[in-house]
Nanobody
């Protein structure tokens, strides 16, 4: 099984920046794709960014200007940098990984437990 560990969340003020980190461990050949999702109050979980190992990164429309996802080092981690945070960004941010070849409609193979981001106005 694979484990995903998220870190970097916390309480910040509007306009601040955060860097979230996801590290994968466990027995698997590779992470074909890793992604960040979030669940904000009153909404279902939605994707923020999905990064294929040897392809482009897909960003949600709301994330295209302020969010940047990158493989920190190798194939087993994904960093999400968020700039100019707003209270609307408050929520739980989850890391996900696909351990087989996939397309966007495939469900992730594993989920992390999530890290809380709280943005005050």
């Amino acid at each position: 099984q694979v484990q995903l560990e998220e870190s970097g969340g916390g309480m910040v003020q509007a306009g601040d920046s955060l860097k979230l980190s996801c590290v994968m461990s466990g027995r698997t050949d590779k992470s074909y794709a890793m992604g960040w999702f979030r669940q904000v109050s009153g909404k279902e979980r939605e994707y923020v960014a999905i990064d294929w190992i040897d392809s482009d990164t897909l960003y949600a429309d709301f994330a295209k200007s302020r969010f940047y996802a990158s493989r920190d080092n190798g194939e087993n981690s994904l960093v999400l940098q968020i700039k100019t945070l707003t209270p609307e960004d408050t929520g739980v941010y989850y890391c996900a990984v696909w351990t087989t070849r996939m397309v966007i409609t495939d469900k992730p193979s594993y989920w992390g437990r999530g890290t809380q981001v709280t943005v005050s106005s």
